[in-house]
């Protein structure tokens, strides 16, 4: 996927890893910074705050691979792709019910 950032988020349910497989992304998994270059492997597990994002230039990309530990987080992506691209006006809490019915924590 290309990528520019991620929001601050936790999970109760699942691992995440990340693999890095062009340009340049800051991780932040707790209190750690973690940079990452083409090749970069980064662990974050479930109950530990983490985000990335993009830090090449504005015209530069990157490009990131995850996964999860935890199968059917595919329906998540589905389910939260249909009420950013529908932007009806209470989107705001149709997102936090599909977020919270994956148990995922955004943190602010």
């Not at 999860?68 to 998540?76: R, S, T, V």
């Amino acid at each position: 996927m290309l990528i520019s950032f991620s929001i601050l988020d936790e999970h109760d349910r699942k691992d995440e890893y990340f693999h890095v497989l062009s340009g340049e992304i800051e991780f932040q998994v707790g209190e750690e910074i973690i940079y990452g270059k083409e090749g970069t492997w980064v662990y974050a597990p479930r109950y530990i705050k983490h985000s990335f994002r993009n830090v090449n230039s504005p015209r530069a990309r990157s490009r990131l691979k995850y996964g999860f530990q935890l199968a059917g987080i595919e329906y998540y992506f589905e389910e939260i792709s249909k009420v950013i691209v529908a932007q009806q006006l209470n989107r705001t809490a149709q997102a936090a019910a599909v977020v919270e019915k994956y148990g995922i924590g955004v943190v602010n």
